[in-house]
């Protein structure tokens, strides 16, 4: 094609040096153009200037050959091109989304330094890129809560491991975000060359599913509480009709004590301490629960409530205020609530509630005693109320029936007992005597040494009674310096056997008022048995004090029995 060296033409490969260079520079389309021109450029040519045959050929030959490598080169430079312009707009398609995504996204190549960050990643963590650079980022803005195992996700990823958690990072500015992670492994041909996370900041949608959490809570708590007041209500309502129901001090003490164990579950043990009658010392009525941790008894004035008139917390550390009656080894937190009815004080609730050594003193124990304190005071309230009521009726009860000077039973009660007794008698076929006593020449100790030492010879003689007869025995006080007495399942024998040691006791009794010697005492006794002496309480009282006097009548000091009826 090309020629000998020494021919005319040996020049023609320069010809595609052109072609060639435009088809790199410029793709298929211009080299086409080129291609044209040339070729019809040697068109011309050739008629201008025929060539030989020879010549001719070499040509036709050159121009094809110039063509084919043109197009070939030009096509591939083309196709290569249009391969660069699709791949350069699949890369910034690719970075523009990476770029404008809200999602924080870093890449990161196989030694886990920062390849690409996102700005929303910059605005995430508040860093510059090119700090990220000389960042771990496996540690990167690490919280100190955080769990220990969150610096093993980089390496599980490298490892060949997708990651999806959340995990708590510090920004720059030391705010800490809740963010969702989730990282893949890139892998080219096999080897993991880096990897590709995305961070979301879920840090608004954590705090409002905490806030829900709470809002749930206290709503549960809420209505555990309305259910637990609800329930507290009944019990108060229920303790409160059966003490209105209880006809003793005694009943109503066991009332408040089977009461406070479903009031108060929470208490390890309580007491419901009363005023003994001298006012001098507290004594417990009732104690549920631990009772061996409370004192049986305790003066007034060991006990706060008591001094303060109002509700008194002991056991906090804080305060170092404790009442004396608690042990000193105790560290439960105790209530002591005085209870007050009319201006009286009865006694006072104590309770004593579990595991409050364990609670700190902070606003959950205030929280604790602002919800017990007041269900403490409405039940002491109550309970007040319900036994001083009690009190007084038993007050009353016991005004009407027994005697103010000797406390012995009055004329009223010993005529409605002996017939009660009297028809026991007559149910169990068994006898029941009757004493009438007498204490001889009162008159002279009203006389000589005055009323009150008349006064206290009666008491004495009704203390002798109170220890000498039984407890089923009835001493009562008949009228002035008379008493009767009834011994159910006695017989006449025994009444006078017992009466007449009677007498002789009383013989012993060595009185002084006012450092004066009294003298000897001495009674007159008459003893009548049902059913031999009578069958109603109207007979034996009146054979009885026949019996008395026919004693007086044979001159004092005697125990006289009345005669058997005749039939």
Not at 129 to 143: C, L, P, Q, V, Y
Not at 349 to 367: I, K, P, Q
């Amino acid at each position: 094609m090309f020629g000998t060296w020494a021919g005319r033409y040996d020049h023609f490969y320069l010809s595609f040096i052109p072609i060639i260079w435009i088809a790199m520079r410029q793709g298929v389309r211009r080299v086409v153009t080129g291609l044209l021109t040339l070729n019809f450029g040697i068109v011309v040519a050739m008629h201008l200037f025929p060539p030989t045959p020879s010549l001719f050929a070499k040509v036709a030959l050159l121009m094809l050959v110039l063509s084919a490598v043109g197009l070939i080169v030009g096509s591939e430079v083309s196709e290569r091109h249009r391969l660069a312009i699709d791949l350069n707009e699949q890369t910034t398609y690719l970075d523009s989304l990476i770029q404008n995504s809200p999602l924080g996204i870093v890449v990161l190549d196989r030694r886990g330094s920062v390849e690409l960050a996102n700005s929303a990643f910059e605005r995430l963590f508040q860093y510059d890129r090119h700090e990220f650079t000389s960042m771990d980022m496996a540690n990167i803005g690490k919280a100190e809560d955080e769990a220990t195992d969150s610096a093993q996700l980089i390496p599980q990823i490298f490892a060949g491991n997708a990651v999806d958690r959340t995990v708590r990072r510090r920004r720059k500015d030391g705010q800490i975000l809740d963010l969702a992670l989730h990282g893949v492994p890139l892998p080219v041909n096999g080897e993991i060359r880096g990897a590709y996370l995305i961070y979301e900041d879920i840090s608004e949608q954590i705090r409002a599913a905490e806030a829900q959490r709470q809002h749930a809570e206290s709503s549960d708590r809420l209505v555990k509480e309305l259910e637990f007041r609800t329930k507290q209500m009944t019990l108060l309502n229920e303790m409160g009709s059966l003490l209105a129901c209880s006809g003793t001090v005694k009943e109503a003490c066991a009332v408040v004590a089977n009461s406070g164990r479903g009031l108060f579950p929470s208490v390890r043990s309580g007491a419901l301490y009363l005023f003994k009658s001298s006012r001098d010392l507290i004594e417990a009525a009732v104690r549920w629960g631990e009772p061996e941790a409370l004192a049986p008894t305790f003066p007034p004035e060991a006990c706060w409530s008591l001094r303060r008139g109002q509700p008194h917390w002991s056991g906090n550390p804080a305060n170092g205020i404790a009442c004396q009656h608690l042990s000193k080894s105790s560290t439960a937190e105790s209530l002591c609530v005085p209870m007050v009815a009319q201006g009286n004080t009865v006694g006072i609730l104590h309770l004593e509630f579990e595991s409050m050594a364990e609670l700190r003193y902070d606003s959950g124990t205030t929280s604790f005693r602002d919800s017990h304190q007041p269900l403490a005071v409405s039940v002491a309230s109550q309970i007040a109320l319900s036994l001083a009521s009690l009190q007084l009726r038993e007050t009353l009860r016991e005004q009407a029936i027994r005697d103010p000077l000797t406390r012995l039973f009055n004329r009223r009660f010993l005529e409605e007992s002996l017939e009660r007794e009297l028809q026991l008698a007559d149910r169990k076929k068994q006898s029941i005597a009757v004493l009438f006593l007498d204490l001889d020449h009162f008159k002279r100790f009203n006389d000589t040494f005055g009323h009150d030492a008349g006064d206290m010879v009666l008491q004495s003689l009704a203390d002798l009674f109170r220890t000498f007869f039984r407890t089923t025995d009835i001493c009562c006080r008949y009228g002035g310096e008379e008493f009767a007495i009834i011994l159910p399942e006695s017989s006449a024998q025994d009444a006078a056997a017992r009466a007449d040691v009677l007498r002789s006791q009383v013989k012993l009794l060595r009185l002084k008022y006012k450092k004066e010697t009294l003298g000897t005492l001495s009674i007159s006794v008459g003893v009548a048995a049902f059913p031999e002496h009578g069958s109603t309480s109207a007979e034996l009282l009146k054979t009885a004090d026949q019996c008395l006097y026919e004693s007086k009548a044979r001159g004092r000091d005697v125990v006289t029995v009345a005669s058997p009826q005749s039939a």
